[in-house]
């Protein structure tokens, strides 16, 4: 006699009313109340200092006067928008943030992981930690401090660079008053004070690989290099998408507070982003209108940026933020 073969039956995926979440929710609060008091102050953090002040965007849409008030102040509507798109120094400020970012990217984005690499493979541990100490210190300096110094190294009246170059027959170099020039300084100051951090974030993401896949790659003959890019690499690439996500989200902010105590009129033309505009012609010329729409369409360029990055991890990798 023949065995019945009707197919199992599948479970069916029983839909939970919203009583039964909230049920769920009580057991849980009641299960683990300490930790979700402790979340208390960073949610009220994020209510007081990040959800609250956005009341203000309605800004960009009136003719905000200080004396009239928010709620007194006419509206607008789109008027500063247009005025911003349609503005030659916006245009040429934003074109200036997008090439100090890009830079920024290509150069610096990539140096915290290579470091990281070269560190994690270093078997002088006192060596290791020292070299990791003196990296990562300039991280805690102010950009007044970091500003200071790099005036100091680069002055024409006596900076070490510019007593090198003169030493070696060479001319003096202005490099905080030539314009084909001050972008690297910019460039090259980012990468001394925030490299050192970044590549410690790259280290612990070291620390979670496996040992024994570099112990079954010894054995099967990979050598070093090899054993990089078939191991490492693949083992940073999800803190890689992370960063690179995050970095995307910050495209349009190239690195105000830096560029405010190190630039100067001579070189506005190559440094002027749109931070350092936004803080001239709001603050120096009291158009909050127009400045709160230049944020608005900063953080709606940064929340697109952010959501298209993850998209494509997703796509390529298989893996993003959310």
Same mark, same amino acid.
């Given at each position: 006699?023949?065995?019945?073969?009707?197919?199992?039956? &599948?479970?069916?995926?029983?839909?939970?009313?919203?009583?039964?979440?909230?049920?769920?929710?009580?057991?849980?609060?009641? +299960?683990?109340?300490?930790?979700?008091?402790?979340?208390?102050?960073?949610?009220?953090?994020?209510?007081?200092?990040?959800?609250?002040?956005?009341?203000?965007?309605?800004?960009? $849409?009136?003719? !905000?006067?200080? #004396?009239?008030?928010?709620?007194?102040?006419?509206?607008?509507?789109? =008027?500063? #928008?247009?005025?911003? !798109?349609?503005?030659?120094? $916006?245009?040429? &400020?934003?074109?200036?943030?997008?090439?100090?970012?890009?830079?920024?990217?290509?150069?610096? $984005?990539?140096?915290?992981?290579?470091?990281?690499?070269?560190?994690? =493979?270093?078997?002088?541990?006192?060596?290791?930690?020292?070299?990791?100490?003196?990296?990562?210190?300039?991280? #805690?300096?102010?950009?007044?401090?970091?500003?200071?110094?790099?005036?100091?190294?680069?002055?024409?009246?006596?900076?070490?660079?510019? +007593?090198?170059?003169?030493?070696?027959?060479?001319?003096?170099?202005?490099?905080?008053?030539?314009?084909?020039?001050?972008?690297?300084?910019?460039?090259?100051?980012?990468?001394?004070?925030?490299?050192?951090?970044?590549?410690?974030?790259?280290?612990?993401?070291?620390?979670?690989?496996?040992?024994?896949?570099?112990?079954?790659?010894?054995?099967?003959?990979?050598?070093?290099?090899?054993?990089?890019?078939?191991?490492?690499?693949?083992?940073?690439?999800?803190?890689?998408?992370?960063? $690179?996500?995050?970095?995307?989200?910050?495209?349009?902010?190239?690195?105000?507070?830096?560029?405010?105590?190190?630039?100067?009129?001579? &070189?506005?033309?190559?440094?002027?982003?749109?931070?350092?505009?936004?803080?001239?012609?709001?603050?120096? =010329?009291?158009?909050?209108?127009?400045?709160?729409?230049?944020?608005? !369409? =900063?953080?709606?360029?940064?929340?697109?940026?952010?959501?298209?990055?993850?998209?494509?991890?997703? +796509?390529?990798?298989?893996?993003?933020?959310?």
């Amino acid at each position: 006699m023949r065995e019945s073969t009707a197919p199992e039956a &599948v479970p069916v995926p029983v839909k939970r009313g919203r009583g039964s979440y909230l049920r769920q929710l009580g057991s849980d609060v009641a +299960k683990d109340w300490d930790l979700y008091i402790a979340l208390i102050p960073g949610i009220a953090f994020l209510l007081l200092f990040k959800y609250a002040p956005m009341y203000g965007i309605i800004i960009a $849409f009136k003719d !905000f006067n200080i #004396f009239d008030g928010l709620a007194a102040s006419p509206w607008v509507g789109w =008027e500063h #928008f247009e005025k911003l !798109f349609s503005s030659e120094s $916006f245009l040429h &400020v934003f074109r200036n943030t997008l090439v100090i970012s890009v830079y920024k990217i290509l150069f610096l $984005f990539p140096l915290p992981i290579v470091i990281a690499i070269l560190l994690n =493979e270093l078997r002088n541990m006192a060596f290791k930690r020292t070299v990791q100490t003196v990296i990562y210190l300039p991280h #805690f300096l102010s950009w007044v401090i970091v500003s200071g110094l790099f005036l100091d190294m680069l002055s024409t009246n006596g900076g070490i660079v510019n +007593k090198i170059i003169v030493a070696l027959g060479g001319e003096p170099i202005r490099f905080f008053l030539d314009n084909s020039i001050f972008r690297t300084v910019l460039v090259s100051s980012a990468g001394w004070k925030e490299t050192g951090w970044n590549t410690i974030i790259y280290l612990a993401a070291l620390a979670g690989i496996d040992p024994g896949l570099y112990e079954a790659a010894r054995i099967d003959g990979a050598n070093k290099w090899k054993q990089i890019i078939h191991i490492t690499l693949p083992g940073l690439i999800p803190i890689i998408l992370l960063m $690179f996500i995050l970095r995307l989200g910050s495209v349009l902010e190239a690195g105000t507070e830096q560029i405010l105590v190190m630039y100067n009129p001579s &070189v506005y033309n190559v440094a002027d982003v749109i931070g350092t505009y936004v803080y001239r012609i709001g603050l120096g =010329e009291q158009n909050y209108s127009f400045t709160t729409a230049v944020g608005v !369409f =900063e953080s709606v360029v940064a929340f697109i940026l952010i959501l298209s990055g993850n998209a494509l991890a997703r +796509k390529f990798f298989g893996r993003g933020i959310w």
